[in-house]
């Protein structure tokens, strides 16, 4: 069976009426969409600017990680904003975005999502769906967000790299059966768009409250890397800036603003 392949032309006709969508460049193949969106942002594009890629040969992940990104099988996007509200917050993006990805997967079909801090969505505990947000400068150094996700949709359990198979999952292997791409990105340009007007309108206060009613991080055990540093604890909360409160085993609270998060059973890590 020939692959589904995205094509451009198609979805652009989708979603050129949008404010989000007026601005779409699509790539066969490129390094990085985040990579493509900081050199775009520097030259000046227009924007707010969506990027989509058929396949990236150098995907990044978090913590100088690399990104599974094979062709006809999955969703990496970047999106390039210029924030309106100044300083940017990069916690208000990662919200925003797992926000808007989990609400178009979740109307596309039969799934629950669980949102783990700072910015992943899992399916039944595994990794659906990575999201990189990085600031870069634009044209007259303003601040521009970059805002990168990448979905796993229609990738088979055996396709994913060793080192993945238990971690992470696709659409498909969830649902038993394949996943409509194009369907689904309309779907996260018409969710990017609805939920970037209340965020205008509201603040980023609904939207950090509708992404922690989908948090399962609150009240595990987890291990969190920062840097070198290792804490251990009980998650607390979140803050509205997106940092997490832990609890260590002494009773102290400690505020993490980033890093890498285990969860497990306390005796585990002891
Ligand atoms: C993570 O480590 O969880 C973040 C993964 C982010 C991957 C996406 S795919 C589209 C965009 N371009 C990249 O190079 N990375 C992000």
Redesign the pocket.
């Known amino acids: 069976m020939k692959p589904a392949k995205f094509n451009p032309d198609e979805i652009h006709d989708k979603i050129r009426s949008f404010e989000f969508g007026r601005s779409f460049v699509f790539k066969e193949k490129t390094a990085?969409?985040?990579?493509l969106a900081k050199r775009l942002a520097h030259e000046g594009t227009v924007l707010p600017c969506l990027i989509l890629?058929e396949e990236?040969t150098?995907?990044?992940?978090?913590?100088q990680?690399s990104?599974y990104?094979p062709p006809f099988t999955g969703i990496?996007?970047?999106v390039i904003v210029q924030p309106k509200i100044t300083p940017v917050i990069a916690g208000h993006y990662n919200f925003f975005m797992s926000l808007v990805i989990a609400s178009a997967i979740e109307t596309c079909a039969d799934y629950t999502v669980e949102l783990k801090w700072p910015?992943?969505i899992l399916i039944h505990n595994k990794?659906v769906c990575?999201?990189?947000s990085e600031i870069t400068s634009g044209i007259d150094n303003s601040s521009i967000v970059i805002a990168?996700?990448?979905i796993n949709v229609n990738i088979e359990k055996t396709d994913f790299p060793e080192e993945f198979r238990e971690s992470a999952t696709s659409l498909s292997i969830e649902s038993g059966t394949a996943i409509n791409r194009t369907e689904l990105f309309i779907e996260i340009v018409s969710s990017l768009n609805s939920i970037h007007a209340l965020w205008e309108l509201r603040g980023i206060e609904p939207i950090f409250h509708s992404w922690l009613q989908k948090c399962t991080t609150i009240g595990q055990y987890i291990e969190i890397k920062s840097g070198n540093n290792y804490s251990r604890g009980v998650v607390q909360r979140i803050n509205i800036d997106g940092s997490l409160v832990l609890q260590d085993k002494n009773g102290r609270e400690h505020t993490i603003y980033a890093g890498d998060l285990h969860s497990g059973i306390r005796e585990h890590f002891s």
């Open positions: 990085s969409t985040n990579e890629a990236q150098g995907g990044k992940g978090r913590m990680r990104w990104s990496w996007m970047s910015n992943d990794k990575g999201i990189l990168g996700s990448g």
